[in-house]
């Protein structure tokens, strides 16, 4: 049978390139090259431009229109190949237009080339400001100046309807201004849809009248594509400089003669070989040099806000040997898009190697300022972590061409109709479905109805022992009411279940200038309620089955703990299919953006020794604080958070788990967690225990003392991953060539060997010899201590070494009254002499340290 279908897929991948071979070469009914302000010529790009001043009189309509010379040299910072088109222009003291006849109605390119120079009479970047409309759409308005020094090219593709198409340039300053323009019919096709709204979920099907402006055009993998080599003289700059990270990413490229054409996909018009022969892809080494591959490849854009844009992703599988092997996922922005999406699919009939594109709205309400999108790994896993892209285009929707009215109300119902016409067929579709449903169980017992959500729902009231009610009693804008909701509470409490107007008005409607944070679960405002409380809003994202997850867990988890350590969960919202959690305001951010790669001051060691505790106090409460220990399982300086006063608590429990039964030595599950943290035997075996968090906190505790990155690809391989460079460096007794250099000087050597000390510890290779994490805050508050000595005591006192299985001594000088706070007596072994340490704790003589400190959390619980 396996041959069979091959030979089928062969025969289909033939006929296909034969149809598209039979296509031809697209060849436009209209191309216009007009050089402005000139009789004379130029050849650029294998286009040969016309001067203005040769063309018949109906062409251009400009009263009182000047032609301007550049002076000498001024046009010789315009790009190298190009400058010939930036030495004349042709200025228009009042409006002026440009009419072209039409052969063949449809869409078509115009590009307006600008390059502000000065001139015989004036300075074209001191006098020019205008607007240009084609169709008596406004294609550039709000005034514009062309940027001075540099050459610039705005190119639009509108739907001409009639015989001919006019370009109107009217002065809103001095002067209105053209270098040269080009008018160039595409194929219709190219923008036809229908596109994938992003947000909300629908179909956009108004591409076909829709004019749009090119903002961005991309080849992934580089090279620059000239105009020259593109079949409508596009031009495709690299993504170097639009990658956040490029050393998660790695450049591919095949030759252009493996690519095979399918007709129905993407045409030579669509994008030139050379896009779909680069792409970049996720950095595969790397993730095969770390523990864990869960990390995206992103790219970002500066775009205009208020204005609706078309995202065309191109894609091209050049990297498989075989079909159905690497799937991944694509987002744009914090949606996502494509999830486990797999190039070689139906629509190539499995064939590689194989051009297409997908297109996607962002809607006008949803495109901010900068523009991302970003590719990860499948969630499947069966699937390998991989993931590339070919190409993109970022396209402003300017208006609709053929509505001559108002551009941007145009702009925003045609949106809207696109999005209503999409729901409105799924709406019928759904309509006839239930109708069938009905006819069928009409007889049966109606099912209760439940909310329509993108996720399944859950009961509140089942999140905890007991429930009672609280009310949310603030009015909105739409009068005075009370919205009374139910939540299942231990004693511990938890938050409200806020209704999702109320923390719109929090956020300002979740305004893109409130984000905080953004990450696999969703983005994180930042809010203010009426009552003036400042918290934290995390808004999942609606289409993650993970994020499903992470919200009922945290909602689940935080509905029983309550800890001066552990950040609060206020309340929730899961109106309208909404996933979100309200957390307190943590004015400080996160541990490690008070570490590296921020503009943030170094922490003292002090703050960060009480950082750390803090942490370590809030795991701790985690392991002992209830009858079954909770581990955290995504423990790092990310999701260890700072207050006001830069007291520290740990946040993020999406990917928390319930410890094992008391007869049992762990937890078997699935690896998750976060690449450069994970413990290495939970990654070997899938059994997690407490000490899997006491490895990551290990993690922790060396960035706190190096100020780097967990990983750092950029360095040489063997410094990559911190814990195992750290760790290497401490045996070889090498401490202070990797201590964080800017507070080297300020630390006490005890304390700082006694805080690696317990970093080295925490990072034994097998979790039966690292420490509980009681005992790693014992040492800390210990580490602390002796940061704080005063220099110059002459006291001999004692505190006794917090290892597991261990009651041996410490001989570090102390001076009196620095372990007051603890009462024991402790003999030490080389001399008999004895130190008496005192504390409200009562007598703790006989005691392990971690039976100490758990009795010294518990006692925190009620503060």
Not at 271 to 284: F, R, S
Request: proline residues 5%.
């Amino acid at each position: 049978m396996a041959p069979v279908l091959d030979m089928i897929l062969g025969a289909v991948v033939v006929l296909s390139a034969l149809l598209a071979a039979a296509r031809g070469a697209f060849v436009p009914a209209d191309s216009y090259f007009v050089l402005c302000g000139t009789a004379a010529s130029a050849t650029v790009g294998g286009r040969t431009f016309v001067g203005d001043a040769t063309l018949p009189a109906k062409v251009l309509s400009a009263p009182q229109s000047a032609a301007a010379n550049a002076s000498s040299g001024s046009a010789a910072n315009a790009s190298s190949g190009e400058a010939a088109l930036y030495h004349y222009a042709r200025v228009f003291p009042a409006p002026s237009t440009y009419t072209f006849a039409i052969k063949r109605p449809g869409r078509h390119f115009v590009r307006l080339h600008f390059f502000p120079f000065r001139y015989q009479s004036g300075d074209l970047a001191a006098d020019a400001k205008f607007t240009v409309s084609v169709q008596g759409v406004a294609l550039i308005d709000r005034s514009y100046t062309p940027a001075n020094g540099r050459a610039t090219v705005r190119e639009f593709s509108v739907n001409v309807a009639g015989g001919t198409l006019a370009i109107a340039f009217t002065p809103t300053g001095k002067v209105a201004f053209v270098n040269a323009i080009e008018v160039l019919s595409h194929p219709d096709d190219l923008f036809a849809g229908p596109a994938q709204t992003v947000s909300p979920l629908g179909q956009y099907t108004g591409l076909s009248t829709q004019a749009l402006e090119t903002i961005h055009r991309i080849n992934m993998g580089s090279p620059k594509i000239t105009p020259s080599n593109d079949t409508l003289w596009r031009t495709w700059l690299p993504d170097d400089t639009s990658l956040l990270n490029p050393s998660l990413a790695v450049h591919k490229d095949v030759s252009p003669k493996n690519l095979q054409r399918m007709a129905g996909l993407a045409s030579p018009e669509a994008a030139p070989d050379m896009v779909y022969a680069t792409a970049t892809e996720l950095n595969k080494k790397l993730m095969d040099s770390t523990i864990s591959a869960q990390f995206n490849v992103t790219w970002r854009f500066q775009a205009t806000p208020g204005w609706a844009y078309l995202l065309r992703l191109h894609f091209c599988d050049i990297v498989s040997k075989a079909a159905n092997q690497f799937a991944f996922n694509v987002y744009v922005g914090g949606w996502s898009v494509l999830s486990n999406y797999e190039i070689a699919n139906k629509d190539t009939f499995g064939a590689l190697a194989v051009p297409l594109y997908k297109d996607f709205v962002l809607s006008d309400t949803d495109a901010t300022g900068k523009i991302t999108v970003s590719i990860g790994p499948s969630t499947e896993g069966n699937m390998d972590p991989d993931g590339l892209l070919n190409g993109l285009e970022i396209l402003r929707m300017v208006g609709d061409t053929g509505s001559g009215g108002d551009p941007s109300r145009s702009r925003s119902k045609k949106i809207i109709a696109g999005i209503v016409a999409g729901s409105a067929v799924a709406g019928v579709t759904v309509v006839m479905a239930v109708a069938l449903v009905v006819l069928r169980v009409r007889r049966r017992k109606k099912p209760e109805k439940k909310p329509s959500s993108t996720w399944a729902a859950f009961s509140a009231s089942a999140l905890g022992s007991g429930s009672r009610s609280r009310s949310f009693g603030k009015s909105n804008s739409g009068g005075a009411r009370n919205n009374t909701v139910t939540l299942g509470q231990s004693a511990a409490g938890a938050g409200y279940r806020f209704p999702f107007a109320a923390l719109q008005e929090a956020t300002s409607g979740f305004d893109e200038g409130m984000v905080i944070g953004v990450g696999g679960f969703g983005k994180v405002y930042k809010g203010t309620l009426r009552d003036e409380t400042r918290v934290a809003v995390k808004r999942g994202n609606r289409r993650s089955q993970q994020g499903l997850n992470e919200f009922r867990t945290e909602i689940e988890l935080l509905s029983r703990l309550r800890h001066r350590h552990l950040v609060s969960l206020i309340g929730y919202c899961d109106e309208r299919g909404e996933m979100i959690l309200v957390y307190e305001y943590m004015a400080r951010g996160t541990l490690r953006s008070h570490l590296y790669d921020s503009e943030l001051p170094p922490l003292s060691w002090k703050q960060r020794l009480e950082a750390s505790i803090g942490a370590a106090r809030g795991l701790h409460y985690l392991h002992t604080g209830s009858n079954k220990a909770i581990i955290h399982r995504d423990v790092k300086s990310a999701n260890i958070l700072l207050d006001d006063s830069f007291m520290a608590k740990v946040a993020d429990f999406g990917l928390s788990k319930t410890g094992p039964e008391l007869d049992k030595t762990h937890v078997s599950t699935a690896v998750k967690g976060s690449f450069g943290y994970l413990d290495p035997e939970y990654f070997r075996r899938q059994m997690l225990t407490e000490k899997s968090d006491v490895y990551s906190f290990g993690v922790v505790l060396l960035e706190v003392l190096c100020a780097r990155p967990v990983i750092d690809p950029t360095l040489p391989p063997e410094t990559v991953n911190l814990a195992e460079w750290a760790t290497k460096r401490l045996k070889n007794g090498e401490l202070d060539s990797i201590v964080d250099q800017r507070i080297a000087g300020t630390i006490r050597p005890e304390s700082l060997k006694k805080f690696a000390d317990t970093a080295e510890k925490c990072l034994a290779e097998y979790g039966v010899e690292r420490p509980a994490m009681g005992d790693v805050l014992w040492c800390l508050e210990y580490a602390l201590q002796l940061q704080e000595a005063s220099p110059d005591s002459s006291s001999t006192l004692k505190l006794p070494e917090a290892s597991p299985g261990s009651s041996g001594t410490d001989n570090t000088q102390l001076v009196p009254g620095v372990a007051s706070k603890y009462q024991r007596n402790q003999s030490t072994a080389s001399d008999g002499t004895a130190a008496t340490m005192s504390a409200n704790l009562g007598d703790l003589d006989g005691m392990s340290m971690r039976r100490v400190f758990s009795k010294m959390i518990k006692s925190e619980e009620g503060r």
